[in-house]
């Protein structure tokens, strides 16, 4: 075979893998691929922006740009228990202190964030903004514990309305704190086959029927 018949195939080889790599990153970054990868983060995106996909699209698009090719480092089994041990403190709090627990989770969630190589939680917004990037099914739950720690009191005691939102926060929160807890690297957020299903010995199950006081699943 001729050297410049082996060239040739090289080139034509070369060409067939870069195709092949902008096909998928096309896919990935279109619109259907931003839908599928975001799935609640995509539906919270358009609203944001009154319903212009496009303008979603393009912000979506920027997230993965920027924290796509993160990699999660797995935390050692001593870090996900005293980790669990904190979630399990705070939330017993939460009868008594509501406003102090909910603070506690919000601080716990920007940590184990920070542990598993996402931006550090000083950084509000680009936290979630990578968070979204990997663990899109849940992120909200943690957007609506950290507004809900900073909002003022109004008073010197806090209503039931917000007693239930901040119950209904950490709920949700709940799930992304599993998943960075548990989950291991390359198997995160809406790539990993039946999340919530592992949970360390932490199923899924309602909270207690007392709305005031989140009782430990």
């Known amino acids: ?46 609203a944001q922006h009154g319903g212009d996909t496009k303008a979603a699209e393009q912000e979506l698009a920027e997230r993965v740009q920027r924290h796509g090719d993160l990699h999660e480092r797995p935390l050692e089994p001593a870090e996900r228990e005293r980790y669990a041990a904190r979630w399990t403190t705070a939330q017993e709090r939460f009868v008594d202190s509501p406003r102090e627990s909910v603070t506690e989770i919000d601080r716990l969630l920007a940590e184990v964030a920070a542990a598993r190589g996402f931006p550090a939680g000083a950084e509000f917004d680009d936290q979630i903004a990578a968070l979204s990037v ?38 949700e929160a709940r799930s992304l704190f599993d998943d960075l807890v548990t989950s291991s690297a ?5 790539h990993r086959a039946g999340v919530g299903a592992d949970t360390g010995g932490h199923p899924h199950l309602p909270w207690s029927a007392d709305r005031s006081r989140p009782k430990e699943s």
């Open 186 to 190: 390359g198997e995160t957020g809406r």
């Open 134 to 171: 990997h663990h899109a099914d849940h992120v909200d739950g943690y957007r609506r514990v950290h507004r809900a720690a900073q909002e003022p009191v109004d008073g010197a005691q806090q209503n039931q309305a917000g007693t239930e939102e901040m119950r209904t926060a950490m709920i």
């Open 1 to 46: 075979m001729s050297t410049g018949l082996i060239i040739a195939i090289v080139i034509v080889a070369a060409v067939v893998v870069v195709a092949a790599v902008l096909a998928a990153r096309s896919r990935s970054h279109g619109p259907h691929g931003l839908k599928q990868r975001f799935g609640p983060e995509y539906e919270r995106a358009v």
